[in-house]
């Protein structure tokens, strides 16, 4: 079997390629498992060593549009896609351009060259809670559902919602096998900030935990959909085995995610490493970070995703143990 | 003012033309009644020869793409664009690639040359009934409301729900005033038969009046969202006129619809021609047309265009009627 992650650079697609070579075959839409022969990394930089050292992994460095237009990928007989890629939300507020090239255009591109494959890949697509946007002055719904209209608030979330539409006619023509899932905030990222509205979901939690301070660009009483990286991870693969039947509409499934306020967040985060570690935290409003965040909704249901058997953190502070467990190096302070 | 129509040759775009000269002057969102100085038409063919002597009527006849691209339309200072344009459902059905480039592509750039523009021009997009989509082992709401999910069953709905999503966001962004609005199937349309999967709803009116012989591909169960043309061009003008705060959310805006089943079109026919003219229909099942036909939604809810004051015909001989008195010269038959 032949994968391609797109993205592959990143946080998210380094660690599902290293969970696809650590578990080293992978069943699609039900079949059979196969053995994983090859894994072809592309990002706008190279992933990390460990991954461009295993035999099994190609790495492709390069703007996704140029090397699609450039056939590098993906390669024939490419059996299984993760698309990851995008430019990230506040990059796409700001620079709208950015976003059009990175996740409109590209994500047309990409699902074109999959087309001329000729063997109906299967196509994981990364999209979005973010197609989800409160307008001002209009009710959204309250939970959101696997089928609640998206009405992005966001050039982001109109681009991932614009992606879905096309892998569902993709998908219904036969071309790829479509899996358009839409990913909560994962939160607690390791490493960097990054141009994400989201990103302080992690640094919050991050920074204090190394003994930095923080910034809380919203209030307390923001409520928001976090799924860890694991379970992040552990759904994006499921979504590929899923047959047919299991999945269902072509249609955006919504991950499962734990409901939290930012508030209780660092009421976890005490518990978990103490009043030094919120202490650290300086409560700051930032009107570009809360003009995109007061648009997305708190309380999301993932009905669809419960079905394939996956399941949202018990609370949060699963999640900030996770982080620690996983990133002991990270962690300065003493935890509880 | 000046106004870009694209599709501005065929039967919509003419008519729209014709409406908008005969007036001579259009309020948009609101502000005051301006004089029309310019109407620019274009399209693959030349619009009829009442337009292209109208003073006031400049044509660019090619491909919306090329003229585009080489910067023919839209010209500097466009208040209002009302984008007609299209390949349309059997034809993108059947030549995928002819769909992505007409619909797809084409509106990218209509709306890229719009944002260039600079003066935030009304932009009216004729959606499509034909987002709506019943998929295949999964109920679709009963009736389809304004902001029920989309979930189209042909790479035409997908790509003008895709148009209505990019819409939204170049609105959003203050680049255009946006206006999507979800035309109903019009009907009767005169003249011949196109592409379209519901062509055959006009012409199973239009070709027995004429006393010529019409198919029917589907059954008399078939339920279908129908608007005369003088009511759908209507309403497309009092779309541009809307205020922002009457038009409400920029997602798309279904148009009012007469819900009524092919059976009842035929009995229709019948009381204002005759059992003459339905002599004259050969109930000849078609799966190509039955494939699409079936997918789409008879009920369908239009409150957003109720409160603009908006309605649907009262019933189906209305309709054949509005036909009848605006083709005379089409009309064969005895009418009751």
């Not at 976003?99 to 590209?106: D, E, I, K, Q, V």
Request: charged share 20%; proline share 7%; hydrophobic share 40%.
């Amino acid at each position: 079997m032949q994968i391609l992650i797109t993205g592959g650079g990143g946080f998210l697609g380094a660690r599902l390629a290293r969970t696809l070579l650590a578990q080293g075959e992978l069943s699609l839409a039900g079949q059979p498992r196969k053995r994983i022969e090859t894994i072809t990394l592309t990002d706008r930089a190279a992933p990390p060593d460990d991954l461009k050292n295993d035999p099994r992994v190609r790495v492709v460095v390069g703007d996704l549009n140029d090397v699609l237009a450039s056939k590098q990928v993906p390669a024939a007989g490419t059996d299984c896609v993760f698309h990851l890629a995008a430019a990230v939300s506040g990059e796409c507020e700001a620079d709208f351009d950015l976003g059009m090239r990175s996740n409109f255009a590209a994500t047309h591109a990409l699902l074109e060259a999959c087309r001329a494959l000729g063997n109906k890949p299967t196509v994981v697509f990364s999209s979005s809670v973010a197609v989800f946007g409160k307008r001002p002055g209009f009710e959204m719904p309250d939970p959101i559902q696997d089928d609640t209209l998206p009405t992005p608030q966001s050039s982001y979330g109109t681009q991932k919602a614009i992606g879905e539409l096309m892998m569902a006619d993709y998908g219904r023509k036969g071309f790829i096998r479509a899996r358009s899932v839409r990913l909560m905030t994962v939160s607690v990222r390791p490493g960097r900030p990054n141009g994400a509205a989201s990103s302080f979901f992690s640094g919050m939690i991050r920074e204090p935990l190394a003994g930095v301070r923080a910034q809380v660009p919203v209030g307390p009483e923001v409520d928001h959909p976090i799924l860890s990286p694991s379970r992040t991870i552990a759904a994006i693969i499921r979504c590929a085995e899923a047959t047919d039947a299991e999945w269902g509409p072509l249609t955006g499934l919504n991950l499962p995610a734990l409901r939290c306020s930012v508030g209780e967040m660092a009421k976890a985060l005490e518990r978990v490493a103490g009043p030094e570690a919120t202490a650290l935290l300086d409560w700051v409003p930032d009107p570009n970070i809360l003009k995109l965040v007061n648009t997305w909704p708190g309380n999301v249901k993932s009905a669809r995703a419960n079905a394939l058997g996956l399941t949202a953190n018990a609370d949060f502070d699963e999640v900030i143990r996770e982080y620690i467990r996983e990133n002991p190096q990270a962690v300065k302070l003493k935890v509880r």
